[in-house]
């Protein structure tokens, strides 16, 4: 029921874009305009039915995958917990101060601690602009502290 109601409002939200279409084209071309609609509404449903159909057959232990399978998915590689925590610190934390503060920023100077002759890191600057949207430093500067470790390392 839920399915059907979402592309009830579907084929209404196509059929509102296209009305206007509809009536300033010209009288020859207002089939045209209609069967885009219909043809993009279709598209649309067929998707979504072949993602249910997918997830249906991933999903029944009965029927065994990999028989209708054309495709096999890559294995993904195992990661290490540190390297994907660094990982986040480096992609979220020049989004936020509070992050980079509070989580990126103690991390690098642990690694620095750690580190044969303790590099002295300085916290990057931030530009009033990033100070004032509440952002972290740029890509570069953080790119510029992890130089610093790895000259050290």
């Given at each position: 029921?839920?399915?059907?109601?979402?592309?009830?409002?579907?084929?209404?939200?196509?059929?509102?874009?296209?009305?206007?279409?509809?009536?300033?084209?010209?009288?020859?071309?207002?089939?045209?305009?209609?069967?885009l609609a219909a043809g993009v509404v279709l598209a649309i449903i067929f998707v979504d039915i072949r993602g249910a159909a997918r997830r249906a057959l991933e999903e029944d232990p009965s029927s065994p995958p990999e028989r209708f399978r054309w495709w096999?998915?890559?294995?993904?590689?195992?990661?290490?917990?540190?390297?994907?925590?660094?990982?986040?610190?480096?992609?979220?934390?020049?989004?936020?101060?509070?992050?980079?503060?509070?989580?990126?920023?103690?991390?690098?100077?642990?690694?620095?601690?750690?580190?044969?002759?303790?590099?002295?890191?300085?916290?990057?600057?931030?530009?009033?602009?990033?100070?004032?949207?509440?952002?972290?430093?740029?890509?570069?500067?953080?790119?510029?502290?992890?130089?610093?470790?790895?000259?050290?390392?």
């Open positions: 029921m839920r399915r059907l109601l979402g592309y009830a409002a579907l084929v209404t939200l196509v059929g509102l874009a296209t009305l206007p279409i509809a009536v300033a084209a010209a009288p020859a071309n207002r089939p045209t305009a209609i069967r096999r998915p890559a294995a993904r590689p195992s990661i290490d917990r540190q390297f994907s925590e660094l990982l986040d610190d480096v992609r979220f934390g020049p989004a936020s101060q509070r992050y980079w503060s509070r989580v990126a920023w103690p991390r690098l100077c642990a690694v620095a601690e750690r580190l044969p002759g303790r590099p002295l890191l300085v916290e990057p600057d931030r530009s009033r602009l990033r100070r004032w949207l509440g952002r972290g430093p740029s890509l570069v500067a953080v790119r510029d502290v992890v130089a610093r470790l790895e000259d050290r390392a």
